[in-house]
């Protein structure tokens, strides 16, 4: 049973740092991409950071380019986004995700998700 567990979510003041962890179980995304999405209140889900499991490259999203970094272990079979310089416009419950490229930039079909966890950025 694939499994896909985040950790590192809370609360945080503006301008502080998270780190998030996906923790991978079941199988081996060697050929996939592992994604962060967040989705806020009332907002519809949107696609953070993504990384090649193999190769490492990334990908990340306007707003969040010179804040974040995704990063992976695959000996740990580990994903983590670093989160600096919070802003409150951050605050929503952050997804680990895991999928080809062009699925996981088209957030329709996704396979494999993980619970979610929440992160709250105070002004």
């Known amino acids: 049973q694939v499994q896909l567990v985040e950790s590192g979510g809370g609360l945080v003041q503006a301008g502080g740092s998270l780190r998030l962890s996906c923790a991978v179980s079941?199988?081996?995304?060697?050929?996939?991409?592992m994604g962060w999405f967040r989705q806020a209140p009332g907002k519809e889900r949107e696609l953070v950071a993504a990384?090649?499991?193999?190769?490492?490259?990334?990908y990340y999203r306007d707003s969040v380019k010179g804040r974040f970094t995704i990063s992976r272990d695959n000996a740990k079979n580990t994903v983590w986004l670093q989160m600096n310089s919070l802003k409150p416009e951050d605050t929503a419950v952050y997804y680990c995700?895991?999928?080809?490229?062009?699925?996981?930039?088209?957030?329709?079909?996704?396979?494999?998700w993980g619970q979610g966890t929440q992160v709250t950025v105070s002004s």
């Open positions: 995700a895991a999928d080809s490229y062009s699925v996981l930039i088209g957030i329709r079909g996704v396979r494999y």
């Open positions: 990384i090649n499991w193999s190769t490492g490259t990334t």
């Open positions: 079941g199988r081996t995304f060697s050929n996939y991409y």
